[in-house]
């Protein structure tokens, strides 16, 4: 069966910080990998998309990064971490297929508090 | 992804049916219709999915409207564990890059009563 993995759970960094979260997929091929942000009491922002190994797709300028070295595993980074970077941040997996319609399956999210 | 029209809040009775409206007057013919939920401090999860009929599974059901208008997500006992942001999201699976992002609106926040 296809898992998803994302750590860590919570973390805790002063501006100016860089930043590393990771994400992995397990049990499938060729996902498209999704990174999202929620700040507190807000909905979910879709950051950044991957359809495959060193594709990245930005949706939104930010203070944010994202990188695919290998095809199950998702990073999200930054050099330079801002009080605005807080929220909760959320890797998520599809396939996808002309015509064909999958569910995503999301991770237990990233807790990340900027002070 | 096309646009879907939500209310902000709901409010049920344990143990009592409840009926989710989402509006989707502009969906197109390769739109599939999505239902996830978050918990609270969790990652959302699928619920389910339907294209024209209606869907059953062992979460809920999935009412359509004939002509895809509307579509009305139905918990058919609600628990306490139930209590979620309800989103309805629109799926357009005729490729390309829409077809790439699942864009989530604000949701529908169910409170479930003891």
């Known amino acids: 069966s296809q898992t998803i993995h994302q750590w860590p759970a919570t973390l805790v960094q002063p501006v100016g910080s860089p930043l590393s979260l990771e994400c992995t997929v397990e049990?499938?091929?060729?996902?498209?990998l999704y990174w999202y942000r929620q700040a507190a009491g807000r909905g979910l922002q879709l950051l950044f998309y991957s359809v495959g190994i060193g594709q990245i797709s930005s949706e939104v300028p930010q203070n944010l990064s994202a990188s695919r070295p290998q095809d199950r595993q998702f990073i999200l980074s930054s050099k330079k971490l801002l009080l605005s970077d807080s929220g909760f941040y959320l890797c998520a997996w599809t396939l996808t297929g002309a015509g064909q319609n999958y569910g995503y399956t999301f991770g237990s999210g990233t807790r990340l508090t900027v002070v | 992804d096309a646009k879907t029209t939500q209310p902000n809040s709901m409010e049920s009775n344990e143990e009592e049916p409840v009926h989710l409206p989402c509006n989707h007057s502009?969906?197109?013919?390769?739109?599939?219709i999505h239902w996830y939920r978050q918990l609270p401090s969790q990652g959302p999860e699928y619920v389910i999915h339907?294209?024209?009929s209606n869907v059953n599974n062992r979460m809920a059901s999935l009412a359509i409207a004939e002509d895809r208008k509307s579509s009305t997500l139905i918990l058919h006992r609600a628990t306490l564990r139930d209590a979620a942001v309800y989103y309805c999201?629109?799926?357009?699976?005729?490729?390309?890059?829409?077809?790439?992002?699942?864009?989530f609106g604000k949701g529908t926040l169910l409170t479930v009563n003891p």
């Open positions: 049990g499938t091929s060729n996902p498209n």
């Open positions: 502009t969906i197109s013919g390769t739109d599939y």
């Open positions: 339907g294209l024209t």
């Open positions: 999201i629109l799926r357009d699976v005729a490729g390309g890059g829409s077809n790439y992002k699942l864009t």
